[in-house]
């Protein structure tokens, strides 16, 4: 059960007690897959120190001007060097395992490339979260305990997602509360000093970094990762699975190809620009195979063309992984992919042009059988075996078309690159009790809260309402109530008589001032400290903005994340958010006059 509350084009799902957070697999389950990861993270571990001791002996080596020390030294990098390239190996077999991710079907099939996830550290966010909480916020830090926890719980389950669609709607939705967290706590002007460690996925080389756009970065890495583990994991021996196949390898392609084009400096090497190009182009690549194999299985007829047909795509499989082997040789990628990566995608490449061949000599073979009337036709077909036959014009208009020819050159179904869809999960704003995220975010300022004690006069408190989530000051009366108790224009209500209402409608907040006692009332304020930042366009493009990237120069997440549909207050890699359509109940500027008051505020 939920309970939402709309304010001023924002609103919230405030979760119950019993949470939402979901939970990842055992790591230390014993399972043949949660086997090889936790060699992974063994090996990982291992690397680790290595690297650790390489660094100093390095350091010490630059230091010391003593001979002996230096020759001690050498030998102590070389036994390092050495086994760090022994654990790499290690981790490079464990990885070129691509058996545990394949279906456990008898049916005979070729083995697809699958991608093991990166791993990562665990981190303690509560100290850096409610220091700000503290001095950004103004409040107890100690009293959101629960959503840090509740946030840590969800990094901790996100480590080890299960190989489904459970374990892919949970990296999304940790992507997507990366969105809250960087609005809520990353300044641009302050470092929190929280360090994000990850092991690259093939070598287990760790890398570290305070930005928090490398670990969404990694998240998206493990979503395009995990899909490929899913497509690998698919019976192919069925429509079904063929189709389910080729959906989870595009959706890869996608999620990888959206990491290269957002995400830049990246500091481990399979993160980077060459790397990701050969994820998508192999994962497309698979695309085509998953097609071909669809075709050998829908195809009932043997006739000519349906053999020139099969040639066709068989052609266009090998066209693609040749590419890819190609792409594979090229620097600086050549000595880091896997060579049974290599080996298998050049013995694919073959293995389809031999495919091609064969199909191409059975339709040879029938050539026998054709009508004397029609080998012409067919005999021009057949130079051109490596195309297909589309649904329309008959052979004779295509072959005299030249329009119409170009057209065969269409495969049986073209693959595509489908782009992670963020909105498919949706999250909530674990940290909603700070206010509304227009308002109340790291990059805007205020004032600390003040509370004031107003006693209506004659004439009421002296001040004008308007807007909703938080309610807004628009005017105070000089000489009135409420310019003597210090509250000034553009303030924001806070709380009234202890009572929390940053999330509380226009309404709200009129009938808690009606319902007040003659002994007066306690009101909360704060004061916007960049008010030219506080009017309602920029408050809604505060909704929507967020640092992506690792570098300030390359920001181009910031106009792409499209975040939840049900939270008007805007992950991964997300994030054009839509100007919601609801406006504010109440008034649409800051700069009223005062002396006439519209129909959009009320007089109190």
Same mark, same amino acid.
């Given at each position: 059960?939920?309970?939402?509350?709309?304010?001023?084009?924002?609103?919230?799902?405030?979760?119950?007690?019993?949470?939402?957070?979901?939970?990842?697999?055992?790591?230390?389950?014993?399972?043949?897959?949660?086997?090889?990861?936790?060699?992974?993270?063994?090996?990982?571990?291992?690397?680790? #120190?290595?690297?650790?001791?390489?660094?100093?002996?390095? *350091?010490?080596?630059?230091?010391?001007?003593?001979?002996?020390?230096?020759?001690?030294?050498?030998?102590?990098?070389?036994?390092?060097?050495?086994?760090?390239?022994?654990?790499?190996?290690?981790?490079?077999?464990?990885?070129?395992?691509?058996?545990?991710?394949?279906?456990?079907?008898?049916?005979?099939?070729?083995?697809?490339?699958?991608?093991?996830?990166?791993?990562?550290?665990?981190? &303690?966010?509560?100290?850096?979260?409610?220091?700000?909480?503290?001095?950004?916020?103004?409040?107890?830090?100690?009293?959101?305990?629960?959503?840090?926890?509740?946030?840590?719980?969800?990094?901790?389950?996100?480590?080890?997602?299960?190989? *489904?669609?459970?374990?892919?709607?949970?990296?999304?939705?940790?992507?997507?509360?990366?969105?809250?967290?960087?609005?809520?706590?990353?300044?641009?002007?302050?470092?929190?000093?929280?360090?994000?460690?990850?092991?690259?996925?093939?070598?287990?080389?760790?890398?570290?970094?305070?930005?928090?756009?490398?670990?969404?970065?990694?998240?998206?890495?493990?979503?395009?990762?995990?899909?490929?583990?899913?497509?690998?994991?698919? &019976?192919?021996?069925?429509?079904?699975?063929? &189709?389910?196949?080729?959906?989870?390898?595009?959706?890869?392609?996608?999620?990888?190809?959206?990491?290269?084009?957002?995400?830049?400096?990246?500091?481990?090497?399979?993160?980077?620009?060459?790397?990701?190009?050969?994820?998508?182009?192999?994962?497309?690549?698979?695309?085509?195979?998953?097609?071909?194999?669809?075709?050998?299985?829908? /195809?009932? /007829?043997?006739?000519?063309?349906?053999?020139?047909?099969?040639?066709?795509?068989?052609?266009?499989?090998?066209?693609?992984?040749?590419?890819?082997?190609?792409?594979?040789?090229?620097?600086?990628?050549? &000595?880091?992919?896997?060579?049974?990566? +290599?080996?298998?995608?050049?013995? #694919?490449?073959?293995?389809?042009?031999?495919?091609?061949?064969?199909?191409?000599?059975?339709?040879?073979?029938?050539?026998?059988?054709?009508?004397?009337?029609?080998?012409?036709?067919?005999?021009?077909?057949?130079?051109?075996?490596?195309?297909?036959?589309?649904?329309?014009?008959?052979?004779?208009?295509?072959?005299?078309?030249?329009?119409?020819?170009?057209?065969?050159?269409?495969?049986?179904?073209?693959?595509?690159?489908?782009?992670?869809?963020?909105? /498919?999960?949706?999250?909530?704003?674990?940290?909603?009790?700070?206010?509304?995220?227009?308002?109340?975010?790291?990059?805007?300022?205020?004032?600390?809260?003040?509370?004031?004690?107003?006693?209506?006069?004659?004439?009421?408190?002296?001040?004008?309402?308007?807007?909703?989530?938080?309610?807004?000051?628009?005017?105070?009366?000089?000489?009135?109530?409420?310019?003597?108790?210090?509250?000034? #224009?553009?303030?924001?209500?806070?709380?009234?008589?202890?009572?929390?209402?940053?999330?509380?409608?226009?309404?709200?907040?009129?009938?808690?001032?009606?319902?007040?006692?003659?002994?007066?009332?306690?009101?909360?304020?704060? +004061?916007?400290?960049?008010?030219?930042?506080?009017?309602?366009?920029?408050?809604?493009?505060?909704?929507?903005?967020?640092?992506?990237?690792?570098?300030?120069?390359?920001? #181009?997440?910031?106009?792409?994340?499209?975040?939840?549909?049900?939270?008007?207050?805007?992950?991964?890699?997300?994030?054009?958010?839509? /100007?919601?359509?609801?406006?504010?109940? *109440?008034?649409?500027?800051?700069?009223?006059?005062?002396?006439?008051?519209?129909? *959009?505020?009320?007089?109190?």
């Amino acid at each position: 059960m939920t309970t939402e509350q709309e304010g001023d084009g924002e609103s919230f799902v405030q979760p119950q007690d019993s949470g939402s957070v979901r939970k990842g697999c055992d790591p230390f389950a014993q399972t043949q897959r949660s086997k090889l990861q936790h060699r992974r993270a063994r090996i990982n571990q291992q690397i680790n #120190k290595e690297m650790r001791m390489r660094a100093g002996a390095e *350091n010490l080596f630059r230091a010391t001007n003593n001979h002996k020390v230096k020759e001690t030294v050498a030998l102590e990098l070389s036994y390092v060097n050495s086994s760090l390239q022994l654990l790499k190996e290690e981790l490079e077999e464990l990885n070129s395992s691509v058996e545990v991710y394949q279906n456990d079907s008898e049916s005979i099939s070729v083995p697809m490339i699958p991608l093991g996830l990166k791993e990562t550290r665990e981190i &303690d966010l509560t100290v850096p979260l409610m220091d700000v909480i503290h001095e950004h916020y103004y409040e107890d830090g100690s009293q959101f305990e629960k959503e840090i926890k509740e946030f840590m719980d969800l990094r901790q389950a996100m480590r080890t997602p299960t190989r *489904n669609e459970a374990g892919l709607e949970l990296l999304m939705e940790y992507y997507s509360q990366l969105y809250y967290l960087e609005n809520r706590f990353f300044s641009p002007s302050k470092n929190l000093g929280i360090y994000f460690h990850w092991y690259d996925s093939l070598t287990g080389v760790p890398s570290c970094q305070r930005a928090l756009a490398f670990e969404k970065g990694s998240v998206l890495f493990n979503v395009g990762a995990l899909y490929t583990q899913i497509g690998a994991r698919q &019976d192919r021996s069925t429509v079904e699975g063929i &189709d389910n196949a080729i959906d989870a390898f595009q959706r890869s392609a996608g999620a990888f190809n959206y990491l290269k084009e957002n995400f830049s400096n990246a500091p481990s090497l399979d993160m980077s620009s060459a790397s990701l190009n050969i994820l998508v182009r192999l994962m497309i690549a698979q695309v085509q195979e998953c097609i071909f194999e669809k075709v050998m299985l829908t /195809k009932t /007829k043997h006739d000519f063309l349906t053999q020139l047909q099969i040639a066709q795509e068989a052609a266009k499989v090998d066209d693609i992984y040749a590419l890819v082997y190609q792409t594979m040789l090229q620097p600086p990628v050549k &000595d880091y992919i896997p060579f049974s990566w +290599t080996a298998m995608v050049q013995v #694919k490449s073959q293995h389809f042009k031999a495919l091609s061949h064969y199909h191409a000599a059975i339709a040879l073979c029938e050539y026998s059988s054709i009508p004397e009337k029609e080998e012409n036709e067919y005999e021009k077909i057949f130079l051109q075996f490596h195309v297909t036959v589309p649904e329309g014009p008959s052979v004779n208009v295509l072959l005299h078309d030249h329009e119409e020819r170009q057209k065969l050159a269409k495969t049986e179904q073209k693959p595509e690159i489908k782009t992670p869809n963020f909105t /498919k999960v949706k999250v909530t704003d674990l940290f909603y009790r700070l206010g509304p995220l227009s308002v109340f975010n790291a990059k805007s300022k205020w004032s600390p809260p003040r509370t004031v004690r107003l006693v209506k006069g004659e004439s009421g408190f002296g001040f004008t309402l308007r807007g909703d989530a938080p309610v807004l000051i628009a005017g105070v009366v000089a000489d009135g109530c409420a310019a003597e108790a210090g509250l000034k #224009k553009s303030d924001y209500i806070v709380s009234i008589n202890g009572s929390d209402c940053k999330w509380s409608k226009h309404a709200e907040v009129v009938q808690a001032l009606k319902n007040i006692e003659d002994d007066g009332v306690d009101i909360s304020v704060i +004061t916007p400290q960049c008010p030219e930042v506080q009017t309602v366009a920029d408050r809604k493009s505060l909704i929507s903005s967020s640092g992506f990237l690792g570098s300030s120069n390359n920001n #181009k997440e910031n106009a792409q994340k499209n975040i939840q549909n049900s939270l008007s207050t805007g992950t991964l890699l997300h994030w054009n958010k839509k /100007k919601s359509t609801s406006k504010r109940n *109440n008034g649409s500027t800051f700069s009223l006059p005062f002396a006439s008051v519209r129909n *959009n505020e009320s007089m109190y």
